[in-house]
């Protein structure tokens, strides 16, 4: 299609804007046009879904047929199979007469269903069995009626997460986007927003009997820079408020920025999350909560395998294999402010409390030279270390498993031995229990 037809109908359907973007949806708008073909046209709220339509129907063989818009997310659900396929009489409550649907009186025209994705299930498989056969049955009939209906669906939502979430039927979306368009947003149109512009404020101008409202330099940077979640409707509105509102007919940016929302203004795209909660590397959400038990077991870890270090290198080893210990386990001390550098047999290894080359004043890099032993008496002290830190961890696992055999005995007391009711005040299940008062021999308590 050449660049003339395409100026052609933008001038015959007022659809303003240059971006290449606009120009290739309304290329692919007019080519499916001659055809029958399924279109599903995407794009966000107020950025000209419908327009797209109006070119397919208009270019195509049912020009003179009818062309109905309907909006599926504001027809209730009790009667949205009503309004589209029809009624018998008496088929429910208030059905006084017998009703034809907007499949039955647009036969041979076009129909565009707007915010499709808001459609119910039930529908969703009467309109799927449309698109397959060309049939439908009325509400409160058994009879089968044949109807020759072009569809054109349009959403502001993405189907396919709809269809993740059993929320809209996944062969009825690969049979709606047979031929897809998709209109960009306005920001994305950085050009065509002055213009556009320019165009509402001269229909309002003519409305209202006012002069046009005009940007200066700055007011059109402004303009441009902000990013219109709202696209074209938004856009309009603020025209509207403008030749209204404003005395003076020339307008800055100081002016501009009262009429465009301060929460809206960056074009920086956002990543959102529930609230109180973050993301690990693979995108998976979790809780503030799972965040600290995580944090707490590595930490954990992290000193176990500390302690199990320190014991090896305490328990008689030579400088040499210190060294090695030293050096494959450095990962442990990646987050202390005192470093482990790389080992080092030459007069540039580094001496202790070497100020560390990138880090704060306070921080040094210790050399495995600094933890050499010179004499058997280090030697001595470290293995009373030794000593200490196996008695202080099977101290602290005697605590915990006492603390936790005292509780149980404590909430059995309180609850008469009713496990039931200690299971639930202890916060477990009653299976743990069990198994709690048979590890720890309390069965008879």
Do not use: W
Request: charged share 30%.
């Amino acid at each position: 299609m050449t660049p003339s037809e395409i100026q052609s109908i933008k001038q015959r359907f007022g659809i303003i804007g240059n971006a290449p973007s606009l120009n290739y949806a309304i290329q692919v708008a007019a080519q499916v046009a001659p055809t029958d073909m399924t279109v599903l046209i995407t794009g966000e709220s107020g950025s000209g879904k419908e327009s797209f339509s109006k070119i397919i129907h208009a270019l195509s063989p049912r020009k003179h047929g009818q062309f109905i818009a309907i909006n599926c997310g504001a027809i209730p659900e009790g009667t949205i199979d009503s309004e589209l396929f029809g009624h018998e009489k008496g088929s429910f409550t208030g059905a006084q007469e017998a009703r034809k649907g907007y499949f039955e009186v647009t036969n041979g025209g076009t129909i565009f269903l707007d915010e499709i994705g808001e459609m119910p299930l039930g529908t969703q498989a009467r309109l799927l069995r449309v698109l397959e056969n060309g049939e439908f049955i009325r509400v409160g009939s058994s009879k089968v009626q044949k109807t020759d209906v072009r569809v054109v669906a349009a959403t502001n939502v993405n189907l396919l997460d709809a269809v993740r979430e059993g929320r809209f039927r996944e062969d009825l979306y690969y049979r709606l986007n047979t031929v897809p368009i998709t209109v960009p947003p306005l920001r994305e149109r950085d050009d065509d927003i002055y213009l556009l512009f320019r165009k509402f404020a001269t229909d309002f101008a003519d409305r209202y009997r006012v002069k046009p409202v005009t940007l200066t330099p700055d007011a059109v940077q402004e303009l441009q820079r902000f990013r219109f979640p709202g696209n074209i409707r938004q856009l309009k509105n603020v025209a509207e408020q403008m030749s209204v509102l404003e005395t003076d007919r020339e307008v800055d940016a100081r002016r501009l920025r009262q009429y465009l929302p301060a929460d809206q203004s960056s074009r920086l795209p956002m990543l959102v999350h529930a609230a109180g909660s973050a993301t690990d590397g693979a995108g998976n959400a979790y809780s503030e909560r799972d965040l600290l038990y995580k944090v707490l077991f590595d930490m954990r870890r992290d000193m176990t395998d500390l302690k199990k270090l320190v014991l090896d290198m305490a328990a008689g080893q030579r400088p040499q294999e210190t060294q090695e210990l030293l050096r494959q386990n450095s990962h442990l001390f990646n987050n202390l402010s005192v470093g482990v550098a790389p080992y080092d047999n030459g007069p540039a290894a580094r001496p202790l409390r070497q100020p560390a080359p990138d880090g704060p004043p306070n921080e040094y890099i210790l050399s495995p030279r600094d933890l050499e032993v010179d004499d058997a008496t280090e030697y001595e002290d470290e293995a009373h270390r030794v000593e200490d830190i196996t008695h202080e961890t099977e101290e602290e696992t005697l605590s915990l498993e006492a603390k936790e055999k005292e509780m149980i005995i404590k909430a059995l007391k309180k609850h008469h031995n009713k496990r039931k009711y200690a299971a639930h005040d202890l916060g477990i299940s009653e299976r743990t229990l069990y198994r709690k008062l048979k590890q720890y021999d309390l069965e008879q308590a």
